[in-house]
T-cell receptor, first 114, second 115 residues
């Protein structure tokens, strides 16, 4: 079946450092790809998404490019802030019955130190 | 637009008791999903409603679990005869746009602890 593998955490960086969180996927067909973020005590929030190969999703300084040839969707940010500390989930969509079931990776906990 | 809401936010129960959770989706969202998230893992799909029809159920949803969406608005998830393995965060999400452009909006979740 479809699956998502994320870089294991936790990841700890200093403020203003460059961030990469790796995400690879296995899927039949061409799913949409997502990054969700979960801040402490809150629900999942959509960070960015890409719906087809070579699309780049971006939001709040974060970017990820849908790479079909390497089945990857790595998350990057050029300069992280303390407020970016959260758990990040990579996900793909599985089509069924006209809807989209999300398949998530295990999550990567990111801590940014001032 | 007040977002997806879930109630209660936290529930502690004893093994063998029944519990019920409620999800209120974003108004006019016709699609509603339930997911379960155990500690240190990503959410896993449980079930899906389009309007009031339950169209898909995961194998994770044993016979002790039942979900309803009686009028195509709010949804309830009931767990009967709870077990310690049911301890998890139960997440609800809703959406309105079909196909590849669909975006699911998640609620804050209900954290269940079974003692």
């Amino acid at each position: 079946g479809n699956s998502v593998t994320q870089m294991e955490g936790p990841v700890t960086l200093s403020e203003e450092a460059f961030l990469t969180i790796n995400c690879t996927y296995t899927a039949t067909g061409y799913p949409s790809l997502f990054w969700y973020v979960q801040y402490p005590g809150e629900g999942l929030q959509l960070l960015l998404k890409a719906t087809k190969a070579d699309d780049k999703g971006s939001n709040k300084g974060f970017e990820a490019t849908y790479r079909k040839e390497t089945t990857s969707f790595h998350l990057e940010k050029g300069s992280v802030q303390v407020s970016d500390s959260a758990v990040y989930f990579c996900a793909l969509s599985e089509s069924f019955q006209g809807a989209q079931k999300l398949v998530f990776g295990q999550g990567t906990r990111l801590t940014i130190n001032p | 637009d007040t977002g997806v809401s879930q109630d209660p936010r936290h529930k502690i129960t004893k093994r063998g008791q029944n519990v019920t959770f409620r999800c209120d989706p974003i108004s006019e969202h016709n699609r509603l999903y339930w997911y379960r998230q155990t500690l240190g893992q990503g959410p896993e799909f449980l079930t899906y409603f389009q309007n009031e029809a339950q169209l898909e159920k995961s194998r994770l949803l044993s016979d002790r679990f039942s979900a309803e969406r009686p009028k195509g608005s709010f949804s309830t998830l009931e767990i009967q005869r709870t077990e310690q393995g049911d301890s998890a965060m139960y997440l609800c999400a809703s959406s309105s746009t079909p196909g590849q452009e669909e975006t699911q909006y998640f609620g804050p979740g209900t954290r269940l602890l079974v003692l």
